[in-house]
T-cell receptor, first 109, second 114 residues
Framework: SQQGEEDPQALSIQEGENATMNCSYK?????LQWYRQNSGRGLVHLIL?????REKHSGRLRVTLDTSKKSSSLLITASRAADTASYFC?????????FGAGTQVVVTP | DTAVSQTPKYLVTQMGNDKSIKCEQN?????MYWYKQDSKKFLKIMFS???????INETVPNRFSPKSPDKAHLNLHINSLELGDSAVYFC?????????????FGSGTRLTVV
């Protein structure tokens, strides 16, 4: 399977803390993306990192990519209750775009 | 001014019925998709259309038939609904094909077959 697999499956933190989740994949990729899905809603694109990039920032989000380990991480700094959602990392591998089951993040006040 | 809109949001229907889900995007994207999200949150691609042409057709029962009258619309018709079809179906679109520039998703259609 070429899908990104997120780890951990679930994460519970308090507001203000940082949240880190990881993603692993099996084959070479063109890019890797992170999405957020709030309960009962569609997925929202957060950030895209290309295979020749190692780190990318967007607001409170920091994404790293290690193609040698076939892994990526998403760091959310200073988490807020609104960050409570599931996070997915689909990989684009020459025409196939597959999603894993996501990491469910709960941020408590 | 919703970017990707799909209707209906909820659909409850009996086994054996035929139903359709509609999707429209106003982003001018060339590529549209249908995804199925099961109860374990796995999202699986079903179909992809680029400029009204089918480009991805995953292993999906032929009871599912996508129709793209123009590049802004991709509808999903399901015949002879079965209990296992219950899921949330998401429509999405992208500009650069294969989602390389990022997908824009609709808010989903929760289908319940009883």
């Amino acid at each position: 399977s070429q899908q990104g697999e997120e780890d951990p499956q679930a994460l519970s933190i308090q507001e203000g803390e940082n949240a880190t989740m990881n993603c692993s994949y099996k084959t070479s990729i063109n890019n890797l993306q992170w999405y957020r899905q709030n309960s009962g809603r569609g997925l929202v694109h957060l950030i895209l990192i290309r295979s020749n990039e190692r780190e990318k920032h967007s607001g409170r989000l920091r994404v790293t990519l290690d193609t040698s380990k076939k892994s990526s991480s998403l760091l959310i700094t200073a988490s807020r209750a609104a960050d409570t959602a599931s996070y997915f990392c689909p990989t684009d591998s020459w025409g196939k775009f597959q999603f894993g089951a996501g990491t469910q993040v709960v941020v408590t006040p | 001014d919703t970017a990707v809109s799909q209707t209906p949001k909820y659909l409850v229907t009996q086994m054996g019925n035929d139903k359709s889900i509609k999707c429209e995007q106003n982003l001018g994207h060339d590529t549209m998709y249908w995804y199925k999200q099961d109860s374990k949150k796995f999202l699986k691609i079903m179909f992809s259309y680029n400029n009204k042409e089918l480009i991805i057709n995953e292993t999906v029962p032929n009871r599912f038939s996508p129709k793209s009258p123009d590049k802004a619309h991709l509808n999903l018709h399901i015949n002879s609904l079965e209990l296992g079809d219950s899921a949330v179906y998401f429509c999405a679109s992208s500009q650069l094909g294969q989602g390389a520039g990022g997908y824009t998703f609709g808010s989903g259609t929760r289908l319940t077959v009883v």
